[in-house]
């Protein structure tokens, strides 16, 4: 019988997901993760199968713990929850710019299936929800093609936190897309 561990999963992922998140998946060494965790490599290769798996657990962590699709559900439903859903994309209180699932979208090619699901998923069951929002201020423009629009903003939004230069007009970006919408 082995030694008991001597961490949580959660405070593993907990450690991981800011150095996937920063540095992402091909930018990330065991190294790194062991530095982060202060959990040996075997240790990590206990709980998770590997590096990969534990990019993928800490991606589904961070959809868990963002609470995207929770503001989505927030009552009332319509603008508030739509602006207060795209200000996550603003960044992090730990620092973190973006959004950690859009950043890892651009090493698509590099991962595994199973992170494509999971990305997939969460945006599939996202658009819905953001349609049900903008139907309750009931826009002249459809509803779809608008959740559409904000989903290719919001990623926009992510992207461009990574660039100094361009995160401080973000808000003045935000506020702007949202007079639009209201409009709309």
């Not at 599939?124 to 049900?132: F, M």
């Not at 779809?144 to 003045?172: P, W």
Request: hydrophobic content about 40%.
């Amino acid at each position: 019988m082995g030694r008991p561990r001597k961490f949580s999963r959660e405070s593993v992922l907990e450690k991981a997901l800011p150095v996937f998140w920063q540095h992402g998946y091909a930018g990330t060494s065991v190294q790194d993760l062991e530095q982060a965790t202060g959990v040996n490599k075997s240790g990590l290769y206990a709980e998770f199968k590997g590096k990969e798996d534990l990019f993928l657990e800490s991606l589904r962590f961070y959809f868990q713990t963002r609470g995207g699709l929770d503001i989505m559900v927030s009552e009332p439903l319509g603008w508030g929850n739509i602006e207060a859903f795209i200000r996550l994309g603003e960044g992090h209180s730990s620092g973190q710019k973006g959004c950690f699932s859009v950043n890892s979208m651009r090493e698509f090619s590099d991962l595994s299936a199973d992170v494509h699901e999971l990305v997939t998923g969460v945006r599939t069951q996202l658009l819905p929800l953001l349609v049900k929002n903008i139907e309750a201020e009931q826009p002249k423009m459809d509803p779809r093609a608008i959740a559409e629009l904000v989903m290719v903003f919001f990623s926009g939004i992510c992207i461009e936190q990574n660039l100094a230069c361009c995160a401080l007009a973000t808000d003045a970006r935000i506020t702007s897309l949202m007079q639009v919408l209201c409009g709309l």
